[in-house]
């Protein structure tokens, strides 16, 4: 099994949902971690919320990338440019690809348009997320 860990700055929203995607559903094939550069301390319920609507139950926490400077991941994908940009280099150990996505958290508008802006994100890791790892 090949494992990948999905880094953000906040690790609220888009690399736990990201986590969980996977874990969820390609879980014969991956093992997912998500992790921040500057971890938030707390996932967004709006990220959890959205996950259970499609029916991904999802209860990790916000962790720091410095928790896996000696796991071996096979991939470790930024999901933002900052996360990109501030990557650590001890992570070089197997590949590094970005696949940027905007960030839900922050949606400005309603309930409903947040939400929505949540939905969009959820959608577009559940779709390219799985893409990019049948290519390794």
């Known amino acids: ?20 995607i996977v874990n969820a559903r390609l879980n014969t094939f991956w093992k997912a971690y998500s ?3 500057y971890p938030a301390g707390f996932v967004h319920p709006m ?10 139950k999802h209860e990790g926490e916000s962790k720091s990338v410095e928790g896996f400077r000696t796991f071996p991941f096979d991939l470790v994908v930024t999901v933002c440019d900052s996360a990109a ?10 590949r590094r690809v970005h696949l940027g996505f905007r960030d839900p958290a922050k949606a400005t508008g309603s ?3 947040i939400r929505d802006a949540f939905r969009l994100v959820r959608d577009e890791i559940a779709h390219q997320i799985p ?6």
């Open 35 to 37: 992790a921040g550069t």
């Open 111 to 113: 309930d409903a348009e």
């Open 85 to 94: 940009e501030e990557c650590p280099l001890w992570l070089g150990q197997g």
């Open 1 to 20: 099994m090949k494992t990948v860990l999905f880094l953000c700055t906040g690790n609220s929203c888009r690399s736990q949902m990201a986590e969980a």
């Open 47 to 56: 990220a959890v919320e959205v996950l259970n609507e499609i029916g991904i």
């Open 131 to 136: 893409e990019l790892l049948s290519q390794y």
